[in-house]
């Protein structure tokens, strides 16, 4: 099967990035949160409670997977992070409804026949989830000790380009969830793209930011996408943010 990289009329970073960025970091995105994604939430925060029971005190740690699909890379970040829960969170039923299959655990979880104790699955909007997700980060209650972002949709079209998430007035929040978020994606100019806001965005929000950003080779990969695209010779990309603590 002929695998087709992205196309697009764009050559370079959006031309308008700084400016978007700009304006978004000196707003805040009001819309209402949708009912369901608060009942999600809630099932999400159930789980963190019940993970750590009822004598936990003080900041709980969790992962946040956000865009999972089938959940695969949930999985996987499970494994990685075997002491704290993991939540993984898409807006397709019928994507999620593949969450822990056999495959899944196969290829994610070292042969096991069990879900890992710690991997959960939300439907849900993402900016929702994440503006409610900072409230109780800001509220001392979590701490995202990693957010994945190995699902990205990139919108590659030049006129769709305020649709990424970089371009998007959720960027602010996004950026304050975690001290580590990790994009992955087979398009550098998107790649590039979340450095270039995130490096703009971090200075305007007062954060001390180390990003980077750079092709890599997954020796195992960790979603169906990052299989296929190797598979089919095409490069993958990896942004990496960092916020100092010196900043939060």
Known sequence: MTV???????????????????????TTFLRPVADHTREAFEQASEFVRSFYGSQTTGRLELVLDSGCGTGESTLHLAKKFPNVPVIGIDKSAVRLSKAGNERQLEVSA?????????????????????????????????????????????????????????????FPTLLRLSPVTELRTNWEIYAREFKEAARIAGDLLSLN???ECSAFSPENPETAFERKYQAAGQELYRTLVKVCPSSR
């Open 4 to 26: 087709r990289s992205v196309t697009s009329n764009q050559d370079d970073i959006y031309k308008n990035l700084e400016a978007v960025v700009r304006k978004y970091a000196a």
């Open 209 to 211: 930011l180390d990003v």
């Open 110 to 170: 070292g042969g096991s026949c069990d879900v890992p104790a710690n991997a959960f699955w939300v439907r849900a909007e993402l900016l929702d989830f994440w503006r409610l997700t900072l409230e109780r980060v800001q509220a001392g209650e979590w701490i995202i000790l990693h957010h994945a972002l190995y699902y990205p949709n990139p919108w590659p079209k030049e006129s769709e380009a305020t649709r990424r998430f970089h371009l998007h007035p959720i």
